[in-house]
């Protein structure tokens, strides 16, 4: 599947999700994965002509994804590159994944009317 049709898919399924956040949780993805090695170049305009979006939501993504480590630009450098990872940093990524998407997921279970829950449920893959 092409990162576009991955992009079409996801919007499809939660009509609420931005370009930006979209991009940025298949990149992560790929990186995680090893679909997009250590210290591969990211162009900011290949990524937009691949996602079929404009360069704001990928330049968005891609700042997201340095925020959390996933990514570096060298100070004079127009392109992002993938950092290394090791299992270390995965596993401390995952655990506190974990425990904020709980406490998220707490709060919106305990503040949502049943309006809200039904329609969340029809968000969830395979319900």
């Not at 939501?57 to 090791?86: C, W």
């Amino acid at each position: 599947m092409t990162y576009s049709e991955m992009l079409q898919d996801r919007l499809a399924k939660n009509p609420f999700y931005k370009y930006t956040d979209v991009v940025t949780e298949i990149l992560r993805d790929d990186i995680i994965s090893f679909r997009i090695r250590p210290e591969t170049r990211l162009s900011v305009n290949a990524l937009a002509e691949a996602f079929a979006v404009s360069r704001t939501p990928v330049l968005e993504a891609l700042s997201k994804l340095e925020a959390i480590g996933f990514v570096y630009k060298e100070a004079h450098a127009k392109s992002y590159y993938v950092s290394s990872l090791d299992i270390s940093d995965l596993m401390c990524l995952y655990r506190a994944r974990a425990a904020i998407e709980g406490e998220a997921a707490y709060r919106c279970a305990i503040y949502a009317d049943d309006r809200t829950l039904r329609k969340l449920e029809t968000l969830l893959p395979g319900y």
